[in-house]
């Protein structure tokens, strides 16, 4: 039976009849995801462990920030989960997205996004370093939204934005064997949502078609380039 599935030609399909995984989307660009494997109830991490965020801006388009904790030694959860040391967690976001529409964004200021990112953090929570699209650090007549950001007391570094790369790095993580080199909590709805439908662009097979709503991805994509 397995052997006559594969012979369908359709990696989705065949993991979708064969594992029950029907979360994969024919021709998705991550045909790697798998819900079982990237998504885990939120659970308290470790105090000590590395933790960062990545931002993608938009305006009139969705805004995306994730939290991410770096696992320090391997862990095991309480359901018996394990997470590699190396493996990326993200265990918060903020997805800037007008409620019951997609890719509509909230065209927030910029000091509000600022704001909104710090009441969402612990008083304790010590983020050790920020990333974002190196194109908010661009002067177009006056402050740039990065200088706006960090007077507002969120400072960002540039992310490495190199789109192939990036997508290799995140795919990498995906289909790490044994154990997945990236997850996230359960209540990323967005990155959940977004990600899988995901779809190659039909002129470069290597990239993601930007004319989805790829925020997340691409905040992600830093994340793993960070």
């Not at 991550?30 to 993608?56: G, I, K, N, Q, Y």
């Not at 612990?122 to 950001?149: C, H, L, R, W």
Request: aromatic share 10%; net charge negative; proline share 4%.
């Amino acid at each position: 039976y397995r052997t006559r599935l594969r012979g369908l030609g359709s990696a989705a399909l065949v993991k979708a009849m064969e594992s029950g995984d029907w979360n994969i989307i024919e021709g998705a660009f991550f045909d790697c995801w798998s819900t079982e494997r990237h998504v885990m109830r939120p659970v308290a991490l470790p105090a000590h462990w590395t933790r960062f965020r990545s931002f993608d801006w938009g305006s009139a388009k969705p805004f995306s920030v994730g939290w991410w904790a770096v696992v320090g030694e391997d862990f095991t959860t309480d359901e018996g989960r394990t997470l590699p040391r190396g493996c990326l967690v993200r265990y918060r976001e903020w997805y800037g997205c007008r409620e019951g529409a997609e890719n509509v964004g909230l065209k927030l200021q910029v000091v509000d996004v600022a704001h909104g990112i710090l009441i969402r953090e612990d008083k304790d929570e010590k983020i050790t370093y920020s990333v974002a699209d190196p194109a908010i650090f661009k002067e177009d007549g006056g402050p740039s939204i990065g200088e706006q950001m960090a007077c507002a007391g969120v400072l960002f570094k540039r992310a490495d934005n190199a789109r192939v790369a990036g997508w290799s790095q995140m795919r990498n993580r995906m289909m790490a064997e044994p154990d997945t080199q990236i997850v996230a909590f359960s209540t990323c709805l967005a990155s959940i949502r977004t990600i899988p439908a995901l779809m190659h662009d039909e002129h470069k097979a290597e990239d993601i078609d930007s004319d989805l709503e790829d925020h997340a991805a691409d905040e992600w994509r830093y994340a793993c380039m960070s």
